[in-house]
């Protein structure tokens, strides 16, 4: 059972929509890049002065921009995590073994429609790395409430420890930890923290046309999605409502990238942008804006 979203407004964003990379701003490349290749298994795909791409091979999943002097600040909106998305369980048994195998920190949890571990790098960024179950069972969003189910009928909270003997089961006596991610890894989801759930929304369904698959006001926390899809972006106010966002000398999120399949589906989600009276800048890749909570948002089509 897959969640329904909510009545559908006028305006539902193509199905085919995805999250493509995250752009963050870095206190030390040389020391991120260090991290997402050994512990992550990243590919360098380039690498221009103080800035870099890394991913499976294809298209970036993440970007770096090293800036002088920055800090973590705390109780502010910005990225709650990235989530990234493995093709099969054992890639992420791969994934996480080799996590375990450095003593990287991270927290095996199972979501029961996926199997997950939430770990940080080394600026305090928030990693998620999935796969997907669905034939295990379903969550829902049900009267404010965030549950699961198992595929026996068994209710869970979403939020067991995973089972990290059975995963690693699927790993072989010759698997090497030492190799790159997949080529068919890609971004699953972006988590942001926001300063207020209701006006959020609006921004993202109402403007951007993604569908609402759940809405928990006991816990602050919203996911929104594009064909059907669990989620595609999660927005919760757990750093408090009416989090300011963090200031010009913070690491962490400079903008997540929404990716539309074509030409035409950009040029409707940019009108009804325009619409909205919500200013944008046009660059390169895309067209670059804010959300309410002033999380940057780039909108192109998908390399």
């Known amino acids: ?19 493509g990379h995250v752009s963050l ?45 920055l800090k973590r600040y705390q109780r502010t909106t910005g990225l709650y995590h990235f989530a990234i998305v493995f093709p099969n369980r054992r890639e ?22 996926t199997k997950t571990t939430y770990l940080n790098d080394p600026e305090g960024n928030g990693i998620e790395l999935y796969c997907e179950s669905p034939e295990d069972g379903s969550w829902t969003i049900k009267d404010g409430n965030y549950e699961a189910r198992w595929a026996d009928g068994r209710w869970s909270d979403g939020r067991e420890a995973l089972d990290v003997d059975a995963l690693f089961t699927h790993l072989k006596e010759d698997d090497r930890l ?41 816990i602050g926390m919203a996911f929104v999605s594009a064909g059907g899809y669990h989620h595609h972006i999660g927005l919760n106010t757990w750093n ?31 009108a009804r942008v325009e619409n909205a009276g919500i200013p944008y800048n046009k660059i390169d890749d895309g067209y670059l804006l804010q959300d309410p909570s002033q999380n940057g948002v780039l909108l192109r089509v998908a390399p």
């Not at 059972?1 to 999250?19: C, D, G, I, K």
Request: hydrophobic content about 40%.
């Open 92 to 113: 992420l048994a791969i994934a996480m073994a080799r996590l375990f195998a450095l003593k990287v920190p991270n927290s095996p949890t199972d979501h029961v429609m």
């Open 240 to 270: 408090g409502r009416g989090a300011p966002p963090p200031p010009a000398d913070a690491v962490g999120l400079r903008f997540m990238t929404v990716d539309y399949p074509n030409p035409s589906v950009l040029a409707e989600v940019t």
């Open 1 to 19: 059972m897959m969640t329904q979203p909510n009545t559908l407004q006028e305006y539902s964003v193509h199905p085919a929509t995805r999250m």
């Open 25 to 69: 701003t870095v206190a030390s490349l040389e020391n991120q890049i260090l991290f997402y290749e050994k512990a992550m298994g990243f590919k360098v795909h380039w690498r221009e002065g103080n800035k870099a791409g890394l991913g499976a091979g294809g298209a970036d999943l993440l970007q770096f921009t090293e800036e002088p002097n």
């Open 178 to 218: 030492d190799v790159n991610i997949p080529a068919e890894t890609r971004m699953g989801h972006v988590h942001l923290h926001v300063r207020d759930i209701p006006e959020t929304i609006d921004f993202y369904h109402g403007v951007l046309g993604f569908d609402v698959m759940g809405v928990s006001k006991g």
